[in-house]
């Protein structure tokens, strides 16, 4: 029962909304409710064993109603269900045309649950699929002057994401020598024959890697991380990115293991590439959504660089990752909101002083600052734990690709501190220092975020202890080169060279 409410409950109040009054109020805590309530139900199945709901639905084309929830898929089931609640109470209160707004939210909401949550593959492809339709209109009517250009570039790219992984999807169902099935744990046992597992392979990486995104699968995302209103921004980079680290742990690692292993080191170089060019184009921004979008971009880098490694202690922190980059992203973004509406401008060179204790923004910049600090991976804050493990896990089988990915996590220490000096400290512009305070409305989705990134950092069992048993699971890999996976049941363990 409580998988069904994770989804019924967003699209129940989707539905609902366009029937009410445009009254933001009103709008508001009504969207507030399902939020709330899936948040809730979310916290209740962690540390459960794993559940699960079987339904046939559509039995001829292989579609059925499975959904489960097991040491991968309910932190980030939680971490979705916080980031919808978050970005509602994040929303202004003067948001334009709000009935439509939290209901395109909450059908986000219905799309990134339903993806974490099924056991059927083409069930995933739905879902997935749904995701775009919603973002893409949030994106194109509240975003910035370049929204349309940013709305075409980001459904362009998500239309190739879908049509990638419908064509793994189908592939991997119809091209199981076991028999027609799109069950989870039927395509975990598959055995694909041979020549056709390089393509399958193929398509699904493409289809997340756009997802995630990676380098050169990138361009949708600067331009719409940078177009996007803060609450829709928050969406994108803390939930709906992570359905390409979840896709790739789940269907190329869990489905393909052996090709996922023989193409490794190829994945491991995208993901040093993606790291560097991520954190080199932040340092060059002038633009604070641009450059947090970059830093985002960034830490996908690393993250890619871990899944590569496919070893136990990686894929927990890859999970790990997952979350507290949904986390600070989200405050940052929150926050790079909060300055815009305060100042009128995100742009660095306008900016300075506002760390100021008296005409400025301090308490902004002080969370602002914390978020920075928990992006750059300092010790004590949700960053730290994620960067650590996938480091130590990266650098045995990856050690060139794992240099890399550390000297990119300097650079990203270095465009903090270049960022919050230029903006937080320096004279404030007396023709435009009155910049209206904060109100505790605004305030209260950062401090309950930073309020997470701290406990954390604090309490790393907030973001490694659910997962350990799934990942190590899922793992290819033992110490130092040894590969889990077997050519043929009867074979023994591949050894990786080093």
Known sequence: MALLLLLLLPALG????????????????????????????????????????????????????????DGLSAPL??????????????????????????????????????????????????????????????????????????????????????????GGVLALGWLNGDGFSFAFADL????????????????????????????????WQPLAYGQASSPVAMLLSGGVSI???????????????????????????????????GALNAIVQSDIRRLVAYGSLGHMGLLVVALAAATPLSLQGVVAQLIAHGLISALLFHL???????????????????LNPYRGLPFTLGLFLLALMASAGIPGLAGFVPEFLMFEASWTP????????????????????????????????????????TVWSERFPAVLLASLVVVGGLWPGLLVGWSESATTALALRREPFTALVAIAPSASPRQIPS
């Not at 269900?81 to 707004?101: C, G, N, Y």
């Not at 790079?336 to 401008?345: M, Q």
């Open 243 to 277: 359905l390409g680290g979840y896709g790739l742990l789940r269907f190329a690692i869990g489905f393909l293991p052996d090709e996922w292993i023989l193409w490794s080191p190829w994945i491991a170089g995208v993901g040093a590439l993606t790291a560097a060019y």
């Open 77 to 166: 089931a939680v971490l979705i269900a916080l980031i919808v609640l978050v970005t509602v109470l994040a929303t202004p209160a003067d948001q334009a045309r709000p009935r439509l707004f939290f209901s395109l939210l909450l059908a986000t909401d219905v799309g990134l649950m339903g993806a974490v949550l099924a056991r059927n593959a083409l069930l995933f492809l739905l879902a997935y699929e749904l995701v775009l339709i919603p973002t893409t209109l949030l994106l194109a009517v509240w975003g910035g002057p370049r929204r349309a250009q940013a709305a075409i570039q980001y459904v362009m790219y998500g239309a190739a994401s879908g049509l990638a992984l419908l």
């Open 336 to 354: 790079v909101g909060l300055i815009e509406a305060k100042t009128g401008s995100i742009q660095i060179p306008e900016l300075a002083g506002l």
């Open 188 to 219: 975990a046992a598959m055995q694909l024959p041979t020549g056709s597992s390089h393509w399958v392979f193929a398509l699904l990486v493409l289809s997340f890697g756009l997802k995630l995104p990676v380098v050169p699968l990138h361009g």
């Open 14 to 69: 989707a539905g609902l909304l366009p029937l009410l009054p445009e009254r933001q109020r009103l709008l508001r805590r009504v969207a507030l409710v399902p939020a709330l309530l899936q948040f809730t139900i979310g916290l209740s199945q962690l540390g459960h064993p794993p559940s699960e709901l079987h339904q046939v639905w559509l039995p001829r084309i292989g579609l059925a109603l499975d959904l489960g929830l």
């Open 398 to 437: 990856f050690p060139v690709a794992t240099l890399l990915c550390l000297i990119a996590s300097g650079f990203t220490a270095v465009y903090a501190v270049r960022l919050f000096n230029r903006v937080g400290f320096g004279r404030l512009d007396n023709d435009r220092v009155d910049y209206p305070a």
